[in-house]
């Protein structure tokens, strides 16, 4: 059996950020109740599936740390128990800077939790306020400094860029402020407008970005040794998210709780669940119906959208090459042609080789590996657009 990456959506927040679009919820009374069904669905789940090895976990959101201490405990060592997962496993959760304490750190000791990614997005006040993000700068810093000082395995930290207002001076001190606490792994995000949010409404019609602010901090990160591994994601050596990795590389993975997604292919589940396609399934993004749900033990009422009776679809080999694509070349790994070989069908695996003939001037071989030139990983819409069409009509032919 295929390892897989487990994934756990604990959408309470106090406050929903201007800009986020993401699942996620102010009230938090039904914070026990979802957290016993996270455990319910997981442990009836995970041995149905057959007690695949498991590679990484994630816990998310949301904000993780904003919910009571002992709930977070309790999921983190009734995960720990049901899967037996190793020292070796990555495990990481996140968290936003506010919530943290030196009780929150300990007990992330406690639980094996190996990686901290804490939500900053901006060590400047004014930045923040146009977030509207709900931590001051003071408690951002006193957050982060606690982590820093208190938890003994990897930090990593979430910036956003090309906020309204934003110069350069500013973007360039945030990534200071995060070397300066010896921080091995940097985030950084774009700001993006996404419909229906506070900033869509605000923003919309008035702001194209700030292609300065954002390539300046590029150069940056690498002049200080951060390893553009990813088109968002900066790291020193040894220290790129094991999880997030196994997303782009499109490793089979679950996903459980409200909104949740799980992807996963041939060879992971046990004899019982053997497929001969990758399959998915897509949660609701209800909290209560989650919890209802799981409670009656009817997958029916999990779907997000029609699927089939169990919850799960079979995705169709076209759009799970397209994804391939998508996923790999955010990466400055690309993609293992190996990887096509092993995953497709001969034909797919033919339709690979004349797609990446055909967008050949956007692509580079290297190796064993297709990844995208340089002068195009930051615009891959048209690259993307180009491969989309090549995978239709060569498809289309056969």
């Keep these: ?25 102010s009230d938090y009374s ?19 599936f057959g007690k695949p090895p498991v590679a990484s976990v994630f816990i998310g959101g949301g904000t993780p740390n904003s919910v009571p201490l002992q709930l977070l405990v309790e999921l983190l060592d009734g995960i720990a128990e049901i899967t037996g997962a190793d020292t070796d496993v990555e495990w990481t959760i996140e968290a936003n800077p506010e919530h943290i304490t030196r009780e929150f750190i300990h007990a992330l000791h406690d639980s094996r939790v190996s990686r901290l990614s804490i939500g900053v997005q901006s060590f400047d006040h004014h930045m923040l306020r146009i977030l509207n993000r709900n931590a001051s700068l003071p408690q951002t810093i006193d957050g982060l400094d606690t982590a820093c000082n208190f938890f003994s395995g990897d930090i990593s ?13 500013s973007a360039l001190n945030d990534i200071r402020q995060a070397m300066v606490r010896g921080i091995p792994h940097i985030s950084r ?38 390893v ?46 053997r497929m001969a396609k990758w399959i998915r399934r897509e949660q609701t993004a209800s909290l209560d119906a989650y919890i209802a749900a799981v409670a009656k033990e009817d997958d029916s009422l999990l779907l997000h959208k029609a699927q089939e009776e169990d919850g ?28 096509i070989s092993e995953r497709f069908p001969s034909e797919y695996v033919k339709l690979f080789a004349d797609t990446c003939a055909a967008a050949a001037p956007f692509l580079i071989e290297d190796g064993n590996s297709i990844r995208i030139r340089d002068e195009y990983m930051d615009s891959q819409n048209p ?4 491969i989309l069409d090549t995978l239709d009509s060569v498809s289309g032919q056969s």
């Design 1 to 25: 059996m295929n390892d897989v990456s487990l994934y756990f959506h604990i959408p309470f927040c106090t406050a929903k950020c201007d800009y986020c679009d993401f699942f996620s919820i």
């Design 30 to 48: 039904s914070c026990s109740p979802l957290i016993k069904a996270l455990l319910a669905e997981f442990s009836r789940d995970f041995t149905r």
């Design 157 to 169: 930290i979430d910036l956003i860029c090309e906020i309204p207002g934003q110069t350069v001076e």
């Design 189 to 226: 995000y774009s700001l993006t407008i996404e419909d229906g949010t506070p900033f869509h409404r605000k923003y919309r019609d008035l702001y194209t970005g700030n292609d300065e602010v954002y390539a300046e901090g590029i150069s940056f990160l690498a002049e200080q040794g951060y």
């Design 228 to 273: 553009r591994y990813e088109v968002s994601n900066f790291s020193k050596k040894g220290y790129q998210c094991r999880h997030n990795l196994r997303y782009w590389n499109m490793d089979p993975y679950l996903g459980f709780g409200p909104s949740s997604v799980s992807t996963a292919g041939p060879g992971v589940f046990s004899e019982q669940m």
């Design 312 to 339: 799960w679809y079979q995705i169709e080999w076209k759009d799970l090459l397209f994804e391939h694509f998508i996923m790999g070349l955010r990466t400055y790994t690309g993609i293992q042609k190996r990887v």
């Design 383 to 386: 690259v993307l657009l180009k």
